[in-house]
């Protein structure tokens, strides 16, 4: 049986497909438009510079990050030939050129002297099938920031470099001076032994008093060599580091200071220790200068009174030694750990100043700080903080 469509009918169903073909082409012209619209507000937004050129080398878009780079607003360069851009701008152009040549990637980084900035550019060949050029199409970037830290990194590595090897001349040059100022000294010495022994009964008390300063200050200058003498092992020796019972090295410090403990009559009370990673003979040496100092550092007629105890929080001991003395004004504190640093007269207080600045070299051999917490005749509280 053959049914026979009625007239008309297939006029309606094209008409019908094409109207659904129109709203098929309308909802993908609609989400078309939204993806254009998102894809010119991340292009809009981004810092990236990006552009495109056409087979004749004429810009044919760029974006505002490209144009903030070259500062240069896009009706100057949007459609104009490359010789009707300014020579500045040519700069940037100089190798577009060439990647439509030879259809090669090329990295550049110009210089924008005017502006003092520093643009990187990469850029592409443009192709379509079949292998046929387009144009070209690329990218910017201002790295100004990433050239100028480099340049001072370059700078400090420099002036690192220098420092290094004044601190290593100085270093051996202490170390030498040193050696060779104790002969003598110990040369002189001797001859003032001799002297007194051979003509004591010669000499009047104005003659003796002065061989009894001269002494005095050979033992100071002997002092004073030894402590930069250890002040220039210290900082030209790298040291190994293994864990150490301070328990231990308080034990050792005390031993070495029973004949000044007795003499000043301290009184030096020590808490739990840690151990920590470090090195022995260091914090012994640590420990002698700052107890030496608390002993040192009295009142006329006061007994030291000396405690040393620690805490810690998440990464670090903190070993704390306070003590009764005369104290520190604050406004001293960088400067009492500066080398041959004194607040008093040799006359008041004997010292080298060497003390405390190889204290804190100790500290930072084991990658910790020290400081002081003081005020004048209320005693001091240095502190040691170094890593667990």
């Not at 370059?154 to 470099?161: A, G």
């Amino acid at each position: 049986m053959i049914v026979q469509k009625p007239p008309g009918s297939t006029y309606l169903s094209e008409n019908q497909r094409l109207r659904r073909q129109n709203r098929r082409f309308a909802t993908l012209n609609r989400e078309l438009k939204t993806e254009n619209n998102l894809l010119n507000q991340l292009v809009g937004s981004t810092k990236v510079g990006m552009f495109v050129k056409n087979e004749q080398n004429t810009f044919v878009y760029v974006n505002q990050a490209f144009c903030d780079h070259l500062q240069v607003s896009r009706d100057k360069i949007l459609f104009k030939e490359n010789h009707q851009l300014s020579k500045s701008l040519r700069r940037y152009t100089n190798d577009d050129k060439k990647v439509l040549k030879t259809r090669n990637v090329i990295f550049n980084l110009i210089e924008n002297k005017d502006r003092g900035s520093w643009i990187e550019t990469v850029k592409f060949p443009w192709l379509a099938p079949p292998n046929q050029i387009k144009g070209i199409y690329g990218f910017t970037n201002d790295v100004s920031d990433n050239v100028r830290i480099e340049e001072e990194l370059h700078k400090t590595r420099i002036d690192l470099k220098k420092a290094n090897l004044v601190n290593e001349a100085l270093r051996q040059f202490s170390y030498a001076a040193s050696h060779d100022l104790q002969e003598p000294l110990r040369s002189v010495q001797g001859f003032l032994s001799i002297i007194q022994m051979e003509y004591a009964g010669q000499l009047g008390l104005k003659a003796k008093g002065y061989f009894d300063k001269a002494d005095e200050s050979l033992q100071r200058m002997q002092q004073l060599i030894k402590d930069i003498l250890d002040y220039a092992v210290i900082n030209g020796v790298k040291y190994r580091l293994e864990p150490v019972d301070l328990n231990l090295v308080l034990d050792q410090v005390l031993l070495n200071l029973h004949q000044s403990i007795q003499e000043h009559q301290a009184q030096i009370s020590v808490g739990k220790l840690p151990q920590v990673n470090g090195n022995s003979s260091l914090l012994i040496h640590y420990f002698q200068n700052m107890l030496s100092n608390s002993m040192k550092y009295q009142s006329s007629g006061v007994c030291p009174e000396i405690r040393i105890a620690s805490r810690s929080n998440r990464e670090n001991w903190i070993i704390g030694i306070e003590d009764n003395g005369i104290g520190i004004d604050p406004s001293y504190f960088n400067e009492i750990f500066k080398p041959f640093k004194r607040l008093h007269r040799q006359s008041e207080i004997k010292g080298s100043g060497i003390g405390l600045a190889t204290s804190k070299k100790i500290v930072q051999i084991h990658s910790g700080r020290l400081w002081v917490e003081s005020s004048l005749g209320s005693g001091s509280t240095f502190f040691m903080e170094i890593p667990k």
